[in-house]
């Protein structure tokens, strides 16, 4: 069966940093790639990022609204994934998924997490 449990989130100040974790389980990251996804209070879902554990079926991405200020990363042998989020905004107050894309970035979405809360105050 598989598997996408993120944890990580809570409550922090603008300025402040938080690492969320995606544990997987029930298919490899050896051949796929973890995709982060936020969805505030009334808005849509926003992509964040992909990573793909080889460039060559596609380069990972970060979104502009992020870039440089969150970095995502895989730890294979745990068969986890990790979003490393600095210099938080109010802005960035939402609901945070992973989920697993079947190959590359560009393949099918086939699996996502439960979403966990992310909440920065001013």
């Known amino acids: 069966q598989v598997q996408l449990v993120e944890s990580g989130g809570g409550s922090v100040q603008s300025g402040g940093s938080l690492r969320l974790s995606c544990g997987v389980s029930?298919?490899?990251?050896?051949?796929?790639?973890i995709g982060w996804f936020r969805q505030a209070p009334g808005k849509e879902r926003e992509t964040i990022s992909c990573?793909?554990?080889?460039?060559?079926?596609?380069?990972?991405y970060v979104a502009d609204s992020v870039k440089g200020r969150f970095t995502s990363s895989t730890d294979m042998a745990k068969n986890m994934a990790h979003l490393q989020m600095n210099s938080l905004a109010v802005d960035d107050t939402a609901v945070y998924y992973c989920a697993a894309y079947a190959g590359s970035c560009q393949g099918d979405l086939e699996a996502w997490g439960q979403g966990t809360l992310v909440t920065v105050s001013p």
């Open positions: 029930g298919l490899s990251l050896n051949y796929y790639s």
């Open positions: 990573i793909t554990s080889d460039e060559r079926d596609g380069a990972s």
